[in-house]
């Protein structure tokens, strides 16, 4: 297990919150400014954000009691190729010493928050939920998205539980627009979760995308509104709520990427790719 300090510089974009400064305390920036792209740029995304919701959607509808997950990451493969693009997580190394990623999705069940890998010989049972995380490279620019889904029959509480995390992602994306901030997009995500008597977790966040699989700023899903980067036209964010039953608090899977919650509750996780445009938030991978 990676310990709770290197989250910086581990995995996908985790990043230890507290050190960021300003979402607790007022601040109005973030490391670094985003990469801004152009409406040639935004257009060519658009394009392979369609192809990324196409795969994922066919990828969801596989879903059922006794699958084996690496067949979820055969279709994914599959998909992906026969429309012109290619996987970006599959083989994504984000530093030296760390392996890279050895599937193009990642198949997240129950306590499972995300980065875990399809397996061969562990199949979904009836009741599970999984979350399935999905980045595609199309003509040299990077498009994410993610969704959960219930494994055949779920309880209530579970259903509601995934609804107000996919409701949290579009509460997000609302305030998605030239002059807002960050931290208007993640106190939207985290009233939310409040609402729901969820928790946002505080060690994974969203990102920049486009360029690369993941870029500045930093999306939490908690925080103050008013606080953190200015939104501009031309900046593309993955926003990516990732709620639990239960604490915050995340802990590593030995010898591999996975990230679950510390306490074993379940987790969900929705994501989608957005620019913001002079009309409003676009969102680049729904179809």
């Not at 394009?47 to 990324?52: D, S, V």
């Not at 994914?76 to 984000?94: C, D, V, W």
């Not at 980065?115 to 049972?125: E, N, Y």
């Not at 900046?235 to 915050?248: K, Q, R, S, Y």
């Amino acid at each position: 297990m990676v310990a709770p300090n290197s989250l910086i510089n581990y995995l996908f974009y985790l990043i230890s919150l507290p050190s960021v400064g300003g979402i607790e305390g007022g601040g109005t920036k973030s490391f670094c400014m985003s990469l801004i792209k152009t409406s040639k740029e935004i257009e060519t995304l658009r394009e392979g954000g369609r192809i990324l919701g196409e795969v994922l959607a066919l990828v969801a509808s596989a879903v059922r009691p006794g699958l084996i997950t690496w067949k979820l990451e055969e279709i994914a493969r599959r998909e992906i190729k026969s429309r012109g693009a290619e996987p970006s997580f599959l083989g994504y190394q984000n530093m030296p010493g760390v392996s890279p990623f050895p599937a193009a999705l990642c198949v997240s069940i129950n306590q499972e928050v995300v980065h875990c890998f399809p397996s061969k010989k562990r199949a979904l049972r009836e009741g599970d939920i999984v979350g399935l995380d999905l980045g595609v490279k199309y003509k040299n620019l990077y498009t994410d998205a993610a969704v959960t889904v219930p494994v055949g029959k779920v309880g209530k509480l579970v259903q509601k539980f995934l609804d107000n995390t996919r409701e949290a992602l579009a509460a997000g994306i609302k305030q998605a627009r030239a002059g807002n901030t960050i931290g208007d997009i993640a106190h939207a995500i985290e009233s939310v979760a409040k609402k729901g008597g969820f928790t946002p977790i505080r060690d994974l966040v969203g990102h920049g995308v486009g360029h690369e699989v993941h870029e500045d700023p930093y999306v939490p899903n908690y925080g103050r509104a008013g606080t953190l980067e200015k939104l501009r036209l031309g900046m593309v964010l993955a926003i990516e709520p990732m709620f639990t039953t239960g604490g915050h608090h995340v802990v590593f899977q030995d010898n591999t990427w996975g990230v679950e919650t510390a306490d074993g509750s379940l987790a969900a996780h929705f994501e989608h790719t957005v620019a913001i445009t002079e009309k409003g938030p676009l969102i680049l991978t729904k179809v």
